[in-house]
């Protein structure tokens, strides 16, 4: 729907796509997976939690930064593929709701792309880069690269094989 939501916009969300002009604190908390795009200000403890999913927030104003909570997640900016995708929602949305706020921003769409901050939890990214690199090798990734682990085998004593798991973060 065209408007703004209350506390909590898109908590736990672990899959859906969905769009907002605007949330109060703690949206996104502990989402898992999907998108988000809010085409608005984003309340106080953004992301707390988030560890999957991809989050898009209209920042004219530069603030997100000290709303968004940096624990599991890192701001970036989008990728020409990622606003391309996110111009699409935008048309989606205004052709839902007819939202007059997604009309204006697909008016002044080369305005509105510089304003458009990603939030992408690092280990989901890190995660997404494994599969990225093993489709490229054509190979399936392995449990300890997408745990981010290291294991190494060493001779024992007993003639059994030590094995040791480092964690690469």
């Not at 916009?9 to 502990?30: H, L, M, P, Q, W």
């Not at 809010?38 to 004219?60: H, K």
């Not at 392995?142 to 682990?149: I, S």
């Amino acid at each position: 729907a065209a408007g703004q939501s209350g506390e909590r916009f898109a908590v736990r969300n672990s899959g859906a796509e969905a769009v907002i002009e605007g949330c109060d604190s703690n949206g996104c908390e502990y989402m898992t997976g999907g998108r988000v795009l809010i085409l608005g200000n984003a309340g106080r403890n953004f992301a707390a939690g988030m560890s999957g999913g991809v989050a898009y927030v209209l920042d004219p104003e530069g603030i997100l930064e000290t709303r968004c909570n940096p624990e599991m997640v890192d701001l970036e900016t989008p990728d020409a593929d990622d606003l391309v995708s996110l111009r699409l929602l935008i048309e989606k949305h205004v052709a839902v709701t007819g939202s007059k706020r997604g009309t204006r921003l697909l008016a002044n769409w080369e305005d509105t792309q510089r304003h458009i901050v990603k939030v992408m939890p690092r280990e989901y990214k890190r995660v997404l880069m494994v599969e990225a690199k093993a489709k490229a090798e054509q190979r399936e990734p392995d449990f300890a690269e997408l745990v981010g682990t290291t294991v190494i085998r060493q001779a024992g004593n007993s003639g059994a094989d030590d094995v040791v798991v480092r964690n690469n973060g």
